[in-house]
Structure formats: C-alpha cells, structure tokens
C-alpha cells in the first residue's frame, strides 16, 4: 500500500480558506499515486473552539462534499484528517473515510476529549469504533488524543486491522511523547501506524508536524520535517505483518478475563 500524508498549516478560525488549502494539497498528494491519503485533525477551523457555532461545517456537508468528489475523480481512498462539525445542536470532532469510489466508508466521533485544549467544554465524545477496509486491507483510525488510551486501541486493534490511521494536532512541546506513544502502539499492536500531524500556529500552541510512518516491529519508516509544509508518500509491506503476528501470537495469547 501507499500511503501520502498531508503535513499542512492551519488557519486559525478560517474554515474557507483551510478548505482551499486541503485541496489543493489533495491535488499535490494524487501526482505520488498513493492508495490512501490522509489528512491532519480540526484541518478546516483549528481549535477556534469558542466560535464553532459559527465555523463548524454544519452536519459536515462541506467537508463530505468535497472529500467524496475528490476520491472519485482521483480514484483515491481518503483517511479525511478531521473537521469540526455541527449536528443536532452539538460539535463534534470527527473523521470522515472515503474509498477510491468516493463512497463513505465511515465517519469517527474523537472518542476521548482532550482537557488542556478545552475540547470537553465545547465538543461532544464519540463511542462508535472506526473500522474500515482500504484498499483491500483492514484499518481502524483514532483521532490525537485517543492514542493515549492503549485499552481503546486495543479494542480496535483486536478485530484485525492492520494499519492504524492517527490524525492530530498534536503540540510541539509533547512531540516527544507522541513519538514513544506512536511507536508503541505499533509494537503492542503489531501493525503499521500512520500518524499525521499539522505545522503552524494558532494564538495557545506551536505544532512542529513530525508526522510518521512505524512498522509493526517499531521502526519508523518515514518521518516528515518538522515545521515543513508538504506531502510525504512511503510505501508499506503489509505482507510481513502475517509473519510478525504468527512468530509472537499477542493477540491469540490475551487473557481479556483478566483485564475487565
């Protein structure tokens, strides 16, 4: 499979412009004839939290629109970052997934709301799981925050998915600790991760990107320059992970009876 992740900035608050911005990335990925491109998390507002009633896509029409009308032309599956959306009187923040068809293949409520960016006083959590298959190979996606929860990702993981699909806007001040966490989700996991991160500024936090790519067995098979603005495409092996998975059988070894 090859995947192409979108390192963009992010306006502030300026959903229109963002949108522009997307596709045109969108535009650029499609010339490295990937499988799958992914975009970063809140990509059409950042975290203008506090004004969402008036820049969140209402039931996420914009976003869906686009995204599916890209993946047809583009014959291209989208793992679609994540937006602010408005619905029923509540925001969520939440990821759309597209096959080459431009069917939606399913959409992901942020499962754990993220305190120090004041996600919990403004969006609502979701608790549906994200699976999906790509390209002929099972997947789950998580958004950010979520990837501080093995217990979650161990759920997801457990029904087969070899890829996970990260989307952030993870701070530069704990890029540290998102690159530890990535890389034991992959491990503990045994499957590929991709996580993709934003560049930038808004008026609270810098993010530096370090978007990643980690095999089943840790290694990071691409990193992205921090700070830097653009598409970075690798390709994965998803053959080897049969092979990883069956010399260390974790997940046929697990004792669920003890752990809830």
């Not at 939606?104 to 120090?116: I, P």
């Not at 700070?227 to 974790?250: C, H, K, W, Y």
Request: hydrophobic share 40%; proline share 4%; charged share 20%.
């Amino acid at each position: 499979m090859r995947v192409s992740l979108i390192q963009m900035d992010i306006l502030y608050g300026q959903p229109q412009t963002n949108f522009e911005r997307a596709l045109e990335l969108l535009e650029q990925a499609a010339q490295e004839n990937p499988d799958v491109i992914v975009l970063p998390e809140m990509w059409n507002t950042g975290y203008a939290l506090s004004d969402l009633d008036r820049l969140a896509d209402k039931d996420g029409r914009q976003t869906q629109q686009l995204l599916s009308q890209f993946a047809r032309e583009s014959k291209v599956a989208l793992v679609g970052g994540s937006v602010a959306v408005k619905e029923d009187g509540h925001f969520f923040n939440r990821t759309y997934i597209y096959n080459k068809e431009g069917q939606l293949l399913t959409a992901y409520d942020k499962a754990h709301l993220f305190g120090l960016m004041a996600e919990d006083c403004y969006l609502t959590a979701g608790s549906d799981q994200s699976l999906f298959e790509v390209a002929g190979i099972k997947a789950a996606s998580v958004i950010c925050y979520d990837i501080r929860f093995p217990e979650w990702l161990r759920t997801l993981m457990s029904d087969g998915p070899q890829i996970l699909f990260v989307v952030a806007e993870w701070p530069q001040t704990r890029v540290q600790q998102w690159e530890i966490l990535l890389k034991a989700r992959a491990v503990e996991n045994q499957s590929f991760v991709v996580a993709v991160n934003r560049v930038g500024d808004d008026p609270d936090n810098h993010f530096s990107g370090h978007s990643m790519v980690i095999d089943p067995l840790g290694n990071v098979l691409l990193q992205a320059p921090d700070n830097e603005t653009g598409i970075f495409t690798v390709d994965l092996n998803v053959a080897q992970i049969a092979q990883i998975r069956g010399s260390i059988p974790v997940f046929e070894d697990r004792r669920p009876e003890l752990y809830y």
